[in-house]
């Protein structure tokens, strides 16, 4: 885990993270409880800027989004989890996911971006 000066992580009760698992927060990520994680999942509350292109990337800093991960989701193994998501409660992320969008609570993501409700 790496947390900026800036930055918090908040995780809940009864989370599990499996092997190799990172975050990195310069603003903030939040993990509810109940939650498991499988193995070498990623955590990214920041991403480069890359505006200029007359500039190397850097020198052009950060932009950073809060991550809220709900309570008893399952984020399977191989999934990268990007800044400004919101997963809702009771989701299932399938593995090897790329998270860039919001996931609705009662979710399961089966492929990037096929997002389905359930219950």
């Known amino acids: 885990m790496l947390v900026e000066k800036s930055g918090k992580v908040i995780i809940g009760n009864r989370v599990f993270f499996n092997n190799f ?3 990195n927060a310069m603003l903030s990520v939040t993990i509810g409880d109940d939650c ?6 990623k955590i990214y509350d920041h991403n480069h800027c890359y505006q200029d292109r007359s500039k190397s990337i850097s020198k ?3 932009s950073t989004a809060a991550i809220q991960i709900g309570r008893n989701c ?3 193994s191989q999934v990268t989890i990007l800044k400004g998501v919101t997963i809702g409660d009771n989701s299932i992320i399938g593995a090897g996911v790329v998270v860039y969008q919001d996931v609705p609570e009662n979710s399961i993501i089966l ?4 997002i389905r409700k359930y219950g």
């Open 36 to 41: 498991i994680f499988g193995e070498n999942v």
């Open 111 to 114: 492929s990037n971006g096929e």
């Open 74 to 76: 399952w984020i399977g």
């Open 60 to 62: 052009q800093g950060f």
């Open 21 to 23: 698992c990172s975050i």
